[in-house]
């Protein structure tokens, strides 16, 4: 059954660092997302895209962050200069229509 | 934005008993779905229910959408159903919210 897959499973930078966060969706899904979950919290959207666009995000996804679609297999998240509370699980999920499907997720520690 | 509630925020359970899961939204709804939080923190979609109702072995969802609400039926739970519980939905956008979860412990 074919699957969402992110590199890495954890990363740990240093405050101030750039972390790109990378993301192969299911191949014929056309719509790309991006939630975080800080720990013991509740998921949060981020950015949605589609057509090679941004088509909708959340307050969350600031001037920091960054999506691209680089090339037709992978979905990144760009963080430009991480804060503390930066810190958390990061989901990427895609859709054809109607259901989600989530990867299993990046663990960003940043110290 | 749509709010999602879930309830009971906690439950314990010994192996062998059934549960019953409820997710509340405050508006119409076009997609709904149910994932499991594992210990180690994947998100496992369960079910894909904007409606009517779906059963997988020892699982099954029934969404009403006219009264808002869902509901996730665990029968004979075993030790490796615990982990947190997850309703969410999208109301013509794709923006899926949350619920802040049911973390459900069985014991054996």
């Known amino acids: 059954e074919p699957e969402v897959t992110q590199t890495p499973s954890h990363q740990v930078t240093q405050m101030g660092q750039e972390v790109i966060l990378r993301c192969v969706p299911i191949s014929n899904h056309l719509y790309f997302y991006w939630y975080r979950q800080i720990l013991g919290q509740k998921v949060e959207f981020l950015v949605s895209f589609y057509n090679n666009e941004i088509s909708e995000k959340s307050e969350i996804f600031d001037d920091q962050f960054s999506v691209e679609r680089p090339d037709g297999s992978n979905f990144t998240l760009k963080i430009r200069s991480t804060k503390l509370e930066d810190s958390a699980m990061y989901f990427c999920?895609?859709?054809?229509?109607?259901?989600?499907?989530f990867g299993p997720g990046t663990r960003l520690t940043v110290t | 934005g749509i709010q999602v509630e879930q309830s009971p925020p906690d439950l314990i359970l010994q192996e062998g008993a059934n549960s019953t899961l409820r997710c509340n939204f405050s508006?119409?709804?076009?997609?709904l779905q149910w994932f499991h939080q594992n210990p180690w923190g994947q998100l496992i979609n369960l079910f894909y229910?904007?409606?009517g109702t779906k059963q997988n072995g020892r699982l099954s969802a029934t969404t009403v959408a006219t009264e808002r609400y869902s509901l996730l039926y665990i029968s004979s739970s075993q030790t490796t159903d615990s982990g947190v519980y997850f309703c969410a939905v999208t109301k013509y956008s794709n923006d899926m919210r949350f619920g802040a979860g049911t973390r459900l412990t069985v014991k054996p």
């Open positions: 229910i904007p409606s």
């Open positions: 508006d119409s709804v076009n997609n």
């Open positions: 999920a895609s859709s054809s229509r109607g259901e989600q499907y």
